[in-house]
T-cell receptor, first 111, second 116 residues
């Protein structure tokens, strides 16, 4: 399977703490994206990082990309209860229009 | 607002009874995707269209078919739903620049399919 792997599978933290999730993938990519999904709902796009970028910030989100290791991380700083959701990375496979999703991290932020 | 719309949001069908799920977009994007997402799993790509060019994933069952009559609409047909096809079905669009995908995907809210 081409599916990416994410770790941890589940993460439980206290409000105000930082949350870090990691994503590894298998193919060459054009970009990598992170999405959030609340239980039973659709996917919400969070941030996109292109293959020639190493780090990107958006509000409380920080994404890094290491194409030599085929890995990315998502850091959520000062987490809030509303951040409780599943987080997925998705890679745009080079030379195609295909996006492959990682296995996801379930984040629970305790108030 | 431009968006991706899926109808219905909830669909109940009987084992073996054909069902069609609908997706429409006002973004005028070239590419439309269908994903299947089972409980606590990642979305799994079933197929995608670049304009009218259909691209099937190798492991998508023959039971799943798709139609894209125009830029705005795309349909997912499940010819003989089984219990294992109960899932959330997500439609997405993107607008690649040139020959590669460089843009984000825009997702609809999904259709939750129940098979009795």
């Amino acid at each position: 399977s081409q599916q990416g792997e994410e770790d941890p599978q589940a993460l439980s933290i206290q409000e105000g703490e930082n949350a870090t999730m990691n994503c590894s993938y298998k193919t060459s990519i054009n970009n990598l994206q992170w999405y959030r999904q609340n239980s039973g709902r659709g996917l919400v796009h969070l941030i996109l990082i292109r293959s020639n970028e190493r780090e990107k910030h958006s509000g409380r989100l920080r994404v890094t990309l290491d194409t030599s290791k085929k890995s990315s991380s998502l850091l959520i700083t000062a987490s809030r209860a509303a951040d409780t959701a599943s987080y997925f990375c998705a890679t745009a496979t080079s030379g195609t229009y295909k996006y492959i999703f990682g296995t996801g991290t379930r984040l629970k932020v305790l108030a | 607002d431009a968006m991706v719309i899926q109808n219905p949001r909830y669909q109940v069908t009987q084992f073996g009874k054909p069902v069609t799920l609908s997706c429409s977009q006002t973004l005028n994007h070239n590419v439309m995707y269908w994903y299947q997402q089972k409980s606590s799993q990642a979305p799994k790509l079933l197929f995608h269209y670049y304009d009218k060019d259909f691209n099937n994933e190798a492991d998508t069952p023959d039971n799943f078919q798709s139609r894209r009559p125009n830029t705005s609409f795309c349909f997912l047909d499940i010819r003989s739903p089984g219990l294992g096809d109960a899932a959330m079905y997500l439609c997405a669009t993107s607008r690649p620049r040139g020959s590669i995908s460089t843009d984000t995907q825009y997702f609809g809210p999904g259709t939750r399919l129940t098979v009795l």
